[in-house]
């Protein structure tokens, strides 16, 4: 089992920064892709940027500019770096990850997708 939690959150004014940390724990035999996500009140859940085991990065269209997502693969770690906050990007924000686990004794493994909790941000006008 992994388990993804994230930190970060908060209450901004529009134009300020926050950075959102999400740590992976458990039985990781490898992270692949990970990933951000968000859902504002009343929306469908969406993608806000992912990055590759590679460093490969992706980003909605919305974010580009402002947003920066990395990671530290030694310590199964993703980082999201907002900046220049609006009040649209008001929304829960999950972080996903997709990763090889080892199922058993013999070291066998499968992939498998997880996501946190999330956290919540806030972006005032």
């Known amino acids: 089992q992994v388990q993804l939690v994230e930190s970060g959150g908060g209450s901004v004014q529009a134009g300020g920064s926050l950075r959102l940390t999400c740590s992976a724990a458990g039985s990781i035999n490898s992270i692949n892709s990970m990933g951000w996500y968000r859902q504002a009140p009343g929306k469908q859940r969406e993608g806000v940027a992912s990055?590759?085991?590679?460093?490969?990065?992706n980003y909605q269209d919305s974010v580009k500019g402002r947003f920066h997502i990395s990671r530290d693969n030694a310590m199964n770690t993703l980082y999201l770096q907002m900046n220049s906050l609006k009040p649209e990007d008001t929304a829960v924000y999950y972080c996903n990850a997709r990763v090889t686990v080892v199922i058993n004794v013999e070291g066998a493994t499968a992939n498998k997708e997880y996501w946190g909790k999330g956290t919540l941000v806030t972006v005032s006008s």
């Open positions: 990055i590759t085991s590679a460093g490969t990065t």
